[in-house]
């Protein structure tokens, strides 16, 4: 694993982080670094003690796009047969909340990044772009997909088509952006937003994610069906019943990590 590029650290009971560490070159995706990244989501999926992952990066930029010297080396032929584009999907993929900082470039493959992500708190010095196209090619990371879904077709292909930047205030606006925060405010704010979904019970968590981002693909009515599924699941869990009796005993609920049990298949129905 290559330590230097991505690190993983435990400040509070509850959540991780997961620190890119490239500044020399602005954070830059090499496939060292995806890779990295991707063997630290794999292990904290089955860590059970983690509920929440934050995601930031050192330096002044969260992550400035891909390595262009690295793609310039690799051919087509290359690229298909090493699923180069695919090296960032474990993160699309992480069943557990993501909450990410960003200040500075999320630029290219860093804005895709930040696509994945649940939650974004954005510095107010961030700028967002996808410049792919000045660069005579296409993103292959998901962005062409996620971003339309994130903040609609019209405003995604002005970005997509021209590679002009937005500022955080614009991003927000249009719903790639969660909260703004002052720079200088970003890692604190956010280390308490973690610290504090960390207190929540893990698996309806997970729950709640699954219900909002698989059903954002489906027909309104599947949508709900698997709402209703999961929700249906969720009053078997030990932890409804803690939440509902603290909540009616006036004291702190005690909730559980992320589960060993399985979280159900979806609906065969929907």
């Known amino acids: 694993m290559s330590a230097d590029f991505v690190r993983c650290e435990y400040p509070q009971a509850g959540y991780a982080e997961l620190v890119i560490d490239r500044p020399a070159a602005r954070n830059a995706l090499c496939r060292a670094l995806t890779d990295a990244l991707a063997e630290h989501l794999a292990r904290l999926a089955g860590e059970p003690q983690v509920r929440v992952v934050l995601l930031r990066a050192e330096g002044e930029h969260f992550a400035a796009g891909a390595d262009i010297r690295e793609m310039l080396g690799i051919s087509a ?55 792919e196209i000045r660069l005579g090619t296409m993103p292959g990371a998901g962005g062409t997909q996620r971003l339309p879904r994130l903040i609609g077709m019209a405003k995604a292909l002005d970005l997509l088509l021209s590679g002009r930047r937005m500022d955080a205030r614009e991003a927000e606006r249009c719903g790639l952006v969660s909260r703004i925060v002052p720079r200088q405010r970003l890692l ?17 968590l997970m ?64």
């Open 77 to 131: 032929e290359a690229a298909v047969a090493s699923d180069f584009a695919g090296c960032c999907t474990a993160l699309g993929e992480f069943p557990k909340p993501l909450l990410a900082l960003v200040q500075g470039f999320a630029l290219g493959g860093g804005c895709e990044l930040v696509e994945m992500c649940d939650v974004v708190l954005a510095a107010d010095d961030a700028v967002f772009a996808h410049p």
């Open 207 to 270: 729950l709640i994610k699954r219900a909002a981002r698989d059903g954002a693909s489906l027909p309104l009515a599947a949508g709900l069906r698997l709402e209703r599924q999961l929700f249906h699941h969720s009053l078997a869990l030990a932890d409804r019943e803690e939440g509902m009796r603290a909540f009616l005993d006036k004291r702190p609920a005690h909730f559980n990590a992320c589960p060993a049990a399985v979280i159900p298949d979806q609906p065969t129905d929907i």
């Open 188 to 204: 604190d704010e956010g280390r308490a937003l973690a610290a504090e979904l960390a207190t929540l019970s893990g698996e309806v």
